[in-house]
Structures are given as C-alpha cells and as structure tokens.
C-alpha cells in the first residue's frame, strides 16, 4: 500500500525487530490481543504470526486465509502452516471472509495498478496529466508490455492477477452511449472490439474522462477452496480493514452473506454452525467472556433474522463524508432487530435512536481505572 504521495506506508518499513518490540509489550502486561495485516504471503505472513504469539503469550488474529487469482494456491499451503500453529499449542488465527473482496473505482482514484514502474507515477499525476498519458500510444504500449505481458514485473503482484482482465468489469458507464457496457469484463470489451486489453481499457476511460466506474474482483472467488477455508476450525469468520479500503469496498455485508448465499443457498454449514462461528468463536478468541452466547447473566446482544430471507443487499455509494467524499454502504434485509446491552437499536433496518452502546476494555484498564 502506498500514501496520497507514491511512499509506501509506514507499516511495510517496519523490521522483525520493532514488531517483536511493540508486542513485547503486552507480554509484559499480560493482556490483549495483537492484531496484524499480515503479509502478501499468508503461508509465510501465518508464520510469522505464530512467532510472534509464542513470544509474547498473546493471541494474535491477522489477515487472512483466502483464496485469490493472484497466487491460486497459497491458501492451501497456510493451512498447512496452520496445522502445524495448532498442534504446537500456539494461538494464532487468521481471519476469512466469505465475501468476494469487491473494489469499487474510477481512474481517478485506482489503487490496482500502484507500484508498477509506468503506471504508478501516472496514478499520482493530475487529472489532466492522467489524460494526457492514457490517450498517448507509446504510453499504452509501455502499459501493455508490463501489466498484459508482464514483461520485467515479478508476479503475483500486489493489486492484480496475471489476466486481471478477466476479473475486473465495467460497474457505471457515465455516457447513455456507453449504457450497454455495463456488466462486461475489461478481457470481453477487448475481445468485442477486436483491440488490445489496454487500448479497450482506456478507450473508455478517456472517452468518460476518468468518471467510468469499475468493479475488481479476484479474491475468494473458487467455490471449493472456500468451503475449506470458512469450515476451517482455526480460522475466525471476519476481516480487518479499519477504514483503509473506504472508498473501494466495503465488507459489511459478511455476515448476512454467510447466512444467505453459503448456508442457505450452498449448504456449506449449517445455520447453528454458522450462528456460532459469528458469535461464539469469535468472542471466544477475542477473550470477550460474557458474551456469544444467549445465557443469563451474559450481555444482552442479539440479532433477530429470518433464515430464509437474511442476506445483504447491493452496495451503493453514498456521499456524506466531509468535502462530500464517498463511501461503500451495504445495507441488509431479512435482520428484524438488533439488540444492545438490551435496547433495541435498529428495527426493520431503521435506526430507533438509542446508543447503548460501550466501548469494551480489557482487563488490565478496568483494574487500573477502578
């Protein structure tokens, strides 16, 4: 991942030693979960993830075991490192999404393609600079030669698979003209128009001046690498973003997704299954003790559903961030209420206006708060 100014974020700088460091800490309290991004290699980034949980006796939950285009079959080589983490006793689990990671993006603000050596500074430029370069031949064929032919790349890259074409589509035509495109695949556009992936790519956005609108989706995408990966016991059904994908996807809908489309429709799990793999697993492995489970005496967090109906419905934009930035919103149908610490807060997908709601803190803050 890079900054608004090309850099690489500051956590790819950080070595072995400053991470061990700052998780030495919570060894030293006895208390906490440490939580990590993990790596572009999840058989590799899993094991350093069990490292660093052995040496600081703390759990620790890290992005992510997954299936993706870009290395199809990584996902079976971590769960291979992950026998291995729990036969040793070492508790270090990866989160799994059963979401098909969507990004949502105009040419403006593409994220894909950053770090390639021709593309990444034209990410960064102006608009009109971005114009001038993707209506410019020598460009597109430099462009050509590295993300189509992968000439002097080293692949899996970070932001695409090796015929990512095929995998990322035309979501909002802005032109009526254009209207018919909607739906089609970068690799169909070139086929029907008998051009060259690149050329078909930016034909459009030039002629839309950068507003055309694309989805990307090459992640969890392999039906039967995904009934291992969400049944999997060491593994925790969710996923951590922390806001830094706002603008391209958002992930919210995973639970409902679950519930609909790998229960219902699938039949990976059963409902109870599922219900405690959202619930019981996940507060269990966070430390959370007085709740998952519907028992007296536990906090009073419910969700009321129809399991023939739950699912999440389509994402929109909606624009009401500051300076009218955008975000993804993913609302859900089928959930009738959810219930805080025993208040209702949302009823039939309206907000009641109450905030039950509390921060949780760990041990070690409430003794020393007390």
């Not at 983490?85 to 989160?95: C, E, K, N």
């Not at 030039?206 to 989805?215: A, D």
């Not at 610490?341 to 039950?356: D, F, I, S, W, Y």
């Amino acid at each position: 991942h890079y900054d608004p100014q090309g850099v690489h974020i500051p956590a790819l700088w950080a070595d072995e030693a400053e991470i061990f460091a700052l998780a030495d800490v919570l060894r030293e309290l006895g208390t906490g979960i440490i939580q990590c991004g993990g790596g572009r290699a999840p058989e590799l980034s899993g094991g350093l993830m069990a490292r660093l949980s052995e040496a600081t006796g703390r759990t620790v939950i890290y992005n992510n075991l997954g299936q993706t285009m870009r290395d199809p079959d990584a996902w079976k080589k971590h769960m291979t490192r992950l026998k291995e983490t729990s036969d040793a006793g070492i508790r270090a689990f990866p989160l799994c999404s059963p979401n098909r990671t969507t990004q949502h993006f105009t040419m403006k603000n593409c994220q894909i393609f950053r770090g390639t050596p021709t593309w990444h500074p034209i990410l960064l430029a102006s608009e009109e600079e971005k114009m001038r370069a993707y209506s410019d031949p020598a460009v597109r064929k430099k462009l050509h030669e590295e993300v189509v032919e992968h000439k002097g790349t080293k692949l899996p890259a970070a932001g695409y698979s090796m015929q990512w074409w095929d995998y990322m589509w035309v979501d909002e035509p802005k032109l009526e003209k254009n209207k018919g495109l909607k739906g089609k695949t970068i690799g169909q556009l070139a086929k029907e128009q008998g051009k060259g992936v690149i050329d078909a790519f930016l034909d459009l956005v030039v002629e839309e001046k950068l507003e055309t609108e694309f989805m990307q989706s090459e992640i969890n995408v392999d039906d039967e690498a995904m009934k291992e990966i969400l049944t999997h016991p060491n593994a925790i059904v969710g996923l951590s973003d922390g806001g830094a994908h706002v603008q391209f996807h958002g992930g919210y809908g995973y639970c409902t997704r679950l519930l609909a489309e790998w229960v219902r429709e699938k039949k990976v799990m059963t409902l109870e299954h599922a219900v405690r793999r959202l619930t019981f697993d996940s507060a269990s492995a966070l430390g959370l003790y007085d709740r998952g489970l519907l028992r007296p005496g536990m906090n009073a967090d419910v969700v009321i559903f129809d399991p023939e109906t739950v699912r999440p419905l389509p994402e929109s934009i909606v624009h009401d961030f500051p300076a009218n930035g955008w975000r993804v919103k993913e609302p859900a149908a089928g959930v009738s209420a959810t219930i805080v610490n025993g208040e209702v807060l949302l009823e039939n997908g309206e907000h009641t206006g109450a905030l039950p709601g509390r921060v949780a803190r760990n041990t070690y803050y409430n003794a020393h708060s007390a």
